[in-house]
Structures are given as C-alpha cells and as structure tokens.
C-alpha cells in the first residue's frame, strides 16, 4: 500500500495549497494534442459535438436508467437492483425482485438483487428510496450486505456536490467483502434521486443561515439512521459529504465510531471566505470544480512526460483561480486578519451571489446541456474506458438536468473558491469530545461535570497524490485533534482514560486526485477495509 501519513509524510504535501491549473495547460505541457488545437478553444473544453448533445437531450434517458447502467459494471453483479420510485411515490411493504424495470407498476416498489458467481460469498444488494418526515423528503439508497452473516458494523457513504451515489461504483463490492459490514451510499437530500424539496432558509443572521443550511443535510441523515435502527456506525464523506459528516458528528454525538474524510472540502480558513457577506435568502450556489483532466492526474508524480507544475496537483479547480502571489500564508489555525480583497473575478462571484448554479445553467441550455456537462466529464472519467467513462457522463447529465434543490445551499456554506464561511479548522477538535445526552442532543440544563462526554473517535483524512484540495489543512486539523485529545487526558477520569479512542492520521492514495474513490480505486478500497476490520475489532472490545 502506498499511503503517508502525518509522521511520514512529504514537506511538500502539507505546504500544498489550492491551486488552478486547466486540462488545456496540462496538455500542453506534457506535448499530448487536444482538440482545443484542433476544433478551437470552445470545441476543446466541450468536446461533444452539437449532434450527439442534442440526440441525449432528445433521448431524456432518466435517472433511474443511467444510475442502473453506471452500477452494472459493479463486479458479480450483471442485473444491479434499481429502484424507479421518484420523490412523491413511496416503497411499498412488499420491495419487488426485479431488476431496473420502467413498468409503472413497478416505480413504487424498492428492488434487490444477489451476486452471481461470487467468490466472496452470496451477497445481496438493494435500491430504495427512504421516507422522510415533512413534504417530499426522501433519500436514495443502495446498499448491499453478506448473506448468512450477521451485520454488526455498517458503513454508510456520502457523495460530494452535486453527484451521486452511483459514483461509489467501483467500491461497493471491495468494501461489501469485509465479514459482518452492511454498506449503504445514500445520495444527499435535494441532490442525485433523492427527493428534491424546495431550498429556503428562513435565518436572517449569517452564522444561523450557515448552521441552517448544513442542518437540512445532516437532519436527513441522523432521521435516515433512526428509521434504519443503526445504533452506532462509520461515516465515509468525499468532499462537500466529507464536510457534511464533520456537521454531523458535532450535532448528532455519539453514534459514529470512525470517521473517513476523503478529500473534505472547508477546512482551511480562507480570509475571504470568512468575510464575505451571504448570498440573499434565496436559492444561490456555484459549482467547486469543472475542467479536471483526470488522465494525467492518476499517472505517476515520476512521469517525465508531466510537467511540473502539473506535478504540483489536481489543481483544475476554476473557483480557485488565485496565483500564489495572492495566497495568504497564515496557518490553518489561526484566525487571519480581515481581507476584504475578493480573490475571484466578479463576474464569478456575481454569478455565485446570484441564484446561478452550474446546473442551472445546463438546465436553461437544453439541447446544449450534454455538450456543455462534457467539458467535465471528458477530463474527469478521461482514465476510464470509453463504455464506463460514457455511462458515468450520462448519469452525471441526468442529475445535473433535474429540479435545483440540494445544490442551492452551496453558497450558504462556501464562499466562491471553495472556501468554507464557517470553516471547519476552527471547529473539527470537537468532533468525539461532545457531551452526550439520554436523546442525543448537546445541549442540557444539567452541569457538564455530571454529564458523559465522548472519549475520541478515529478520524481518517484520505487525499489524493495530485488532489486539488487543500491537504494542509489536513494537517492542520490533525494536529488540532491531538492536541485536543492531550487536554481531555490531562482532566480525564480513569474511566474515561480507559475509553480513550480518539485518533487522526492523515493519508495519500498514490496516483489519484480530488475523487479518490474513484481515481484511486484499488488502494482506496484497500485502506478502507483495513479502517473497517479496525472497527470490527475496536467495537468487540467494547
């Protein structure tokens, strides 16, 4: 395996910042011909032709169906379950075993399936949409666990913006390998097929309108672990879900009992990002990241036919269009001085500020939509074969063309940049060291010192070798945990030393970028089963 961690890691991964480089710089740098060469700049960042984006406009292939196809290249699983309920029909009591199904009889029905010719035991795998309280509140699930075993850990993973569960494709069957693990991909509410309720936020004040927008994820998500009866579990969240399950853990204490970040957005401080005002109370959000080209990220850093600065990292964020000149140094964990200077062009934060999303904007294009969600996907699945790279740009263009909910509340918890406006360095040592109540709130009219407190959970920051994603801050908030735990065993009981489980590490999947997961399958998954028997081992000694 080849990871680094804190105590080993290179100098010149934690001193790595956030940087932008574009797919066209890339490939020049390393003399590999583009079409932008070719067809011209537009024709080279949007590489569909105006023929095939209007045939996929016109062929309306929906969610369900792409979803299906992205998992049939799941190992042993040649007829994949996948439900076909939409947000306002309800799984009936009795699920159906069938497989993807356009029949209306079958869109209220969840799904499930069993591996063939499996050589890691029977396993069966289920597709269904969850329940909410309220108004058109569901979450999307898939999942999958051993049969003949009984399930003592389970696993539950959380996509980043604007994608969905399906893009957990290539870990669902190494991660379901390991005894006595039930795992579950849920899709966040109001973002791939879960429900997509209206997004409004009713705070005025900036820090309330910040915690109101993470609550109208992780609320779903702790209602989902009540309905399914999960006492206490491990959360996986990439990215903007990395950021999601840190809320989580803060808010909901005491049933995680390891924590995976792959790649987390939001936990630097940026000066900007804490400064600069809200958006209006209405729907407003942008995109993190568009034009990465993920061929090269996945080759070696020794590769002489890379540049480098292309060596320097995933750095193909467009928000992050900041030169180093115009950085500022302050450690991860120190407040910064206020800087009012926006570090993006206007018509950028102009069109962050106002109610304009990426996918509104594949949405107003129509026929252009394929086209224009091409420029994405040609450079992020760029490393995979052409059938799989394909079946993953029509899932992401049936996600990106549905109803805008979910992806309103980016501009309430970023800042453009993907900056977070509450950052998580400032708050991430709390996580496993909250008080804990009899109903799992932090809060109680009871004195502190008679109160139970956590004792520490295992957190995991996974980044990718070329990850675009500020791995300092990483750092940062791994050494602000240690430090955490050092206090809480200087006042601790011996009780409470006793339970003491909290850790941080920091590692490096080797030839991948920002979607670890997915660039970086095999090691990927590989860490992850070794965290999971971790657990296993941890909760029996319980």
């Not at 991430?428 to 009871?446: A, M």
Request: hydrophobic letters at 35%; aromatic letters at 10%; proline letters at 6%.
């Amino acid at each position: 395996m080849s990871t680094a961690t804190a105590n080993g890691g290179d100098e010149e991964l934690r001193s790595r910042n956030q940087q932008p480089m574009l797919a066209s710089q890339r490939a020049k740098s390393s003399n590999t011909p583009t079409e932008v060469n070719r067809t011209g700049r537009l024709g080279g960042y949007f590489p569909l032709g105006y023929k095939e984006a209007y045939s996929q406009w016109w062929a309306n292939i929906p969610a369900a169906k792409a979803e299906h196809t992205v998992m049939s290249y799941i190992p042993y699983l040649k007829q994949p379950p996948t439900h076909t309920q939409i947000g306002n029909t309800m799984p009936l009591q009795t699920p159906s075993t069938g497989s993807f199904s356009t029949n209306t009889a079958d869109k209220a029905s969840a799904v499930k399936a069993h591996s063939h010719s499996d050589p890691y035991g029977t396993r069966q795998w289920n597709s269904g949409l969850v329940k909410l309280s309220g108004k058109n509140r569901a979450l999307n699930e898939f999942s999958v666990e051993r049969i003949g075993e009984d399930i003592d850990q389970n696993l539950v993973m959380l996509h980043g913006y604007g994608a969905g569960l399906g893009f957990f494709y290539k870990n669902f069957e190494g991660l379901s390998r390991v005894k006595g693990w039930k795992v579950y991909a849920l899709d966040l509410l109001g973002m791939g097929r879960s429900s997509r309720p209206p997004f409004k936020l009713l705070a005025k004040d900036r820090q309330k309108s910040i915690t109101e927008a993470e609550n109208w994820f992780i609320d779903a998500l702790e209602e989902w672990r009540v309905q399914k009866k999960i006492d206490r579990f491990t959360l996986l969240g990439h990215s903007l879900g990395g950021y999601m399950a840190v809320a989580y853990a803060l808010k909901y204490p005491g049933h995680l009992n390891k924590l995976v970040l792959a790649s987390p957005v939001g936990i630097p401080e940026d000066p900007y990002a804490v400064n600069a005002a809200l958006p209006e109370p209405s729907e407003s959000t942008m995109a993190n990241e568009f034009s990465q080209d993920q061929q090269e990220d996945i080759k070696s850093s020794s590769n002489p036919n890379i540049s480098e600065f292309a060596k320097q990292g995933d750095n193909n964020n467009f928000l992050n269009a900041r030169s180093r000149s115009q950085q500022n140094e302050q450690p991860a964990d120190k407040t910064p001085p206020t800087a009012p200077r926006k570090p993006l062009p206007k018509w950028l934060t102009y069109l962050w500020d106002a109610n304009i999303s990426p996918f509104s904007l594949v949405r107003w294009s129509g026929p252009l939509g394929p086209r224009f969600v091409s420029g994405w996907t040609s450079r992020r699945f760029s490393h995979l074969s052409p059938e799989e790279a394909q079946a993953l740009h029509s899932y992401a263009y049936s996600l990106f063309k549905q109803r805008g909910s979910g992806e309103y509340a980016l501009a309430y918890i970023l800042a453009p940049g993907a900056f977070a406006r509450s950052p998580l360095i400032r708050r991430i040592q709390g996580v496993g060291r909250q008080y804990l109540q009899p109903d799992g709130s932090t809060t109680s009219s009871v004195e502190s010192a008679t109160r139970k407190r956590e004792t520490g959970i295992p957190i995991i920051f996974m980044y990718g070798e070329n990850d675009w994603m500020d791995i300092a801050g990483g750092y940062a908030a791994e050494r602000k945990l240690k430090d955490e735990k050092a206090k809480a065993l200087k006042e601790a009981t011996t009780d409470e030393m006793e339970a003491e489980n909290g850790s941080a590490k920091v590692m490096v999947v080797k030839q991948a970028g920002h979607h670890v997961y997915l660039d970086g399958w095999e090691e990927f998954n590989e860490i992850m089963r070794e965290e999971m028997e971790d657990v296993s081992k941890q909760e029996r000694q319980r």
